[in-house]
C-alpha cells in the first residue's frame, strides 16, 4: 500500500544541528516537524512506573516526576544502564511516532531523530539525512544551548561516537559547520534533487 506522506529523517551527534534544518525545511518548505526528544520526554512520565523499577525512586524530583538532568546522568556514565533504559523506551517512542504519522494532517513530515536507527524508525522515512559538524563546534554550541558542562557533552559525544560509522543507510549529509545561510543552501540542493 502506497505511503500517504514523504518523511525525511535526520540523524546527527547532540549540538550537530538537527533541530535547525528541521526548522529549516519546516520554515522554507511546509514540513511539519516530529521530535523524538519531546517524544520521548512526554512518555517518561508514561511510563514512569516500568522506569521507576529499573532506576528506583532517585531520579524523581520533588514534584513527583522524573527529574531527566539526574536520569540522564546516571544513564550517560554507565553503558549498561543507557541499553536498559533505551530497551525501555525506544519501543515506545516508535509507538508514539507511528501514531503521530497517523494523525498529522502534512504529507511531508521530518523526524528529528538522533536515534532514528537504533529505534526502528528509518522504516518510516522515504530519505535520510546526516547532520555532521566539528566537535569543537558542537561543544560551544551545547555548552551555549543546553548549558551542559564539557564533561557531560564529552561523555555524550563518546556514547554517540559509533553511531553513524554505517553511511551506507545515510542518503545524504549536511555539513554544518559554517553559517546558517550555507547551510539553507545545502537544503536547497537536497529539495531540488528529491523532488
Known sequence: MPRKYFMIGIVGKAG????????ILSEN????????????????EEIKE???????????????????????????????????????????????????IEITPEKLLVLDA???F???????????????????????RLKKSRRWDEDKILSILKIQENLYQNKSKIDYIFFNNSDEEKLKKQIEFFINTVF
Open 114 to 116: 538522533a536515534l532514528l
Open 29 to 44: 518548505y511546509d514540513f511539519a516537524i516530529i521530535d523524538a526528544d519531546k517524544i520521548g520526554h512526554s512518555i517518561l
Open 50 to 100: 516500568l522506569i521507576l523499577k529499573q532506576f528506583g525512586h532517585d531520579i524523581l524530583s520533588n514534584n513527583g516526576k522524573i527529574d531527566r538532568n539526574i536520569l540522564g546522568n546516571i544513564v550517560f556514565k554507565d553503558s549498561e544502564k543507557l541499553k536498559i533504559l533505551n530497551s525501555i523506551i525506544h519501543p515506545e517512542i516508535k509507538k508514539k511516532i507511528s501514531q503521530v
Open 118 to 140: 537504533e529505534m526502528g524508525c528509518d522504516e518510516f522515512c522515504d530519505y535520510i539525512t546526516l547532520v555532521e559538524a566539528p566537535e569543537k563546534q558542537i561543544i560551544e
Open 16 to 23: 550537530s544541528g538537527k533541530s535547525t534544518v528541521a526548522r
